[in-house]
């Protein structure tokens, strides 16, 4: 599966953002799919994640409440709708895919997108 992210850009703190990653490719709705991040200087950790049908999500602690994961498989795309966001959510985010049951390591998707730069101003 190919992957694309996009929506990206420059927010102010508490603004909001949505992102969104296309896929493309055979059986792209068989895939359960996740969002992870990339400051500059840090390892690329996860966000949140999501089953093949949409109908379980998981998220890391620092962005549960404010991020909402969710998928349109008549689309082929997923979606990160961020709220309240902070300094520290500055990242490249990163859309992944795996046939097998999500997670949250990198390790355990195969597929990746090129990333899409938010960038949160005080």
């Known amino acids: 599966v190919q992957l694309q992210a996009s929506g990206g850009g420059l927010v102010q703190a508490w603004g909001s953002l949505r992102l969104s990653c296309a896929a493309s490719?055979?059986?792209?709705?068989?895939?359960?799919m996740g969002w992870f991040r990339q400051a500059p200087g840090n390892e690329r950790e996860f966000v949140a994640a999501?089953?093949?049908?949409?109908?379980?999500?998981t998220y890391a602690d620092s962005v549960k409440g404010r991020f909402t994961i969710a998928r349109d498989n008549a689309k082929n795309t997923m979606y990160l709708q961020m709220g309240n966001l902070k300094p520290e959510d500055t990242a490249v985010y990163y859309c992944?895919?795996?046939?097998?049951?999500?997670?949250?390591?990198?390790?355990?998707?195969?597929?990746w997108g090129q990333g899409t730069l938010v960038t949160v101003s005080s």
């Open positions: 999501i089953s093949w049908s949409g109908g379980s999500t």
């Open positions: 992944a895919a795996t046939y097998h049951y999500y997670g949250t390591k990198t390790s355990d998707y195969d597929s």
């Open positions: 490719g055979r059986a792209t709705s068989s895939y359960d």
